[in-house]
């Protein structure tokens, strides 16, 4: 189970603006994230979880919240 | 690193060295170039440029070869020593320049826009270090390396970049220093092993992009304009045979005949003998006059169409296209 919380945990360590109040809604693009950074956290997350991202669902998303849902997704998924 | 942090760091990496030189050249006016720092600017030249030459490129970015994890990690650690950028951003750039060379949407071509004499000094300077100072671009690692970005060693040497190349201009200083037993040995040592060897290595490195799209023969008709550039392949370790390697470019070897010098290929075939390195991808004389024959039928050129049709963007839609797995031990 991924939460959002871990997710937001994440993204904290990454992004420079450390005002920028992190939630389940905010938008991901907001956050000024670098190609490398947005890398990293969505394998950090696959590694600590044990499985892989949809890259044509991961595609779609734009917040935070939403990458946590889609990670319980593809895990509940896969456990089926 | 941000494109804003990439274009900096690219700024300083381009214009430091530069001063290391004058530096360099101060220096030498009052004392005569050491053999210490002759050893110490062909050490650190040769580990960043092997580091590039089969680190970044033909191991990262091609996948020419495979070797145990700890060579694999110290080839991607010296290619980082370098200078030239993170390994993942890198390779990115780099594959995305083989899926659209010398078309729109390549990273750094030397055909840039426009006809006549002046685009084309533009278009060489923009394929040589401009196109490093475009904030703005960025190749997606998910979508041009995600075998790599999934690597963890790979994400954290990435991410580790700028420490690393302190690191490959420290170390010359302790060779210097170790060669010496001088204070002044170190800075020497740091100013040809590290600042002097970033300028000349580099700008051999890109001159494959600008005067490698432009100057020199070519055995294939590639759909791109690479050429192969005998001049620059001793001191870019068989780079510059750029025309064999858009032909063949999972090749382990970009040098095709006797007397075409690839140390990278001799250094990868070494490996292999000794059995630190396996799979290597070899190109025998008869696929490359077939592949030669057929290029030359198709009839190449930057406007030729380019092969595959659809780009990788278009080939995510299937989710086992995307299924990649790392290629180390």
């Known amino acids: 189970m991924v939460t959002t919380d871990e997710v937001i945990k994440l993204i904290g360590k990454k992004i420079r603006n450390k005002s920028?109040?992190?939630?389940?809604?905010?938008?991901?693009?907001?956050?000024?994230?670098?190609?490398?950074?947005?890398?990293?956290?969505v394998f950090e997350i696959e590694d600590a979880h044990g499985f892989e991202f949809n890259p044509v669902k991961a595609a779609g998303i734009t917040t935070i919240g939403e990458i946590a849902e889609l990670a319980n997704e593809t895990i509940a998924a896969g456990a089926r | 690193?941000?494109?804003?942090?990439?274009?900096?760091?690219?700024?300083?990496?381009?214009?430091?060295?530069?001063?290391?030189?004058?530096?360099?050249?101060?220096?030498?006016?009052?004392?005569?170039?050491?053999?210490?720092?002759?050893?110490?600017?062909?050490?650190?030249?040769?580990?960043?440029?092997?580091?590039?030459?089969?680190?970044?490129?033909?191991?990262?970015?091609?996948?020419?070869?495979?070797?145990?994890?700890?060579?694999?990690?110290?080839?991607?650690?010296?290619?980082?020593?370098?200078?030239?950028?993170?390994?993942?951003?890198?390779?990115?750039?780099?594959?995305?320049?083989?899926?659209?060379?010398?078309?729109?949407?390549?990273?750094?071509?030397?055909?840039?826009?426009?006809?006549?004499?002046?685009?084309?000094?533009?278009?060489?300077?923009?394929?040589?270090?401009?196109?490093?100072?475009?904030?703005?671009?960025?190749?997606?690692?998910l979508r041009y390396c995600p075998d790599l970005a999934r690597d963890r060693h790979l994400r954290w040497i990435s991410r580790h970049f700028v420490a690393i190349v302190v690191a490959g201009m420290l170390l010359p200083a302790a060779l210097g220093f170790a060669l010496t037993g001088s204070a002044l040995g170190a800075l020497t040592g740091f100013l040809w092993g590290g600042l002097a060897r970033i300028f000349i290595l580099n700008h051999i490195t890109y001159a494959i992009n600008s005067v490698g799209h432009v100057y020199g023969r070519r055995r294939f008709s590639t759909p791109d304009e690479s050429r192969n550039v005998a001049w620059l392949s001793l001191a870019s370790f068989g780079e510059s045979w750029h025309n064999n390697h858009h032909a063949f470019p999972r090749s382990a070897s970009h040098g095709m005949r006797w007397y075409e010098p690839d140390v990278s290929a001799l250094v990868i075939g070494t490996l292999r003998r000794v059995g630190l390195a396996w799979d290597v991808i070899t190109i025998d004389r008869a696929r490359q006059e077939a592949r030669a024959e057929g290029l030359a039928r198709a009839g190449g050129g930057r406007h030729a169409a380019h092969q595959p049709a659809a780009p990788m963007a278009e080939r995510m839609v299937d989710p086992a296209l995307t299924r990649t797995t790392g290629d180390v031990e």
Do not use: C
Not at chain 2, 61 to 79: E, L, P, Q, S
């Open chain 1, 20 to 41: 920028i109040e992190l939630t389940a809604a905010t938008p991901l693009d907001s956050l000024g994230l670098s190609s490398l950074q947005i890398s990293d956290i």
């Open chain 2, 1 to 141: 690193m941000d494109g804003k942090e990439h274009k900096l760091f690219i700024i300083a990496a381009s214009v430091i060295p530069l001063l290391g030189v004058v530096a360099v050249m101060v220096l030498l006016w009052n004392r005569v170039f050491g053999w210490s720092d002759l050893v110490v600017l062909a050490v650190m030249y040769t580990i960043a440029g092997l580091g590039v030459s089969i680190g970044y490129h033909r191991m990262l970015a091609h996948r020419a070869f495979r070797t145990h994890r700890w060579i694999y990690d110290a080839f991607a650690v010296a290619g980082t020593m370098a200078a030239q950028g993170p390994a993942i951003i890198w390779t990115a750039h780099h594959r995305r320049h083989h899926r659209v060379a010398d078309k729109d949407g390549d990273p750094h071509s030397p055909y840039h826009g426009g006809t006549g004499r002046l685009a084309l000094v533009r278009g060489l300077w923009h394929a040589h270090l401009g196109w490093l100072m475009d904030e703005k671009l960025t190749s997606d690692p």
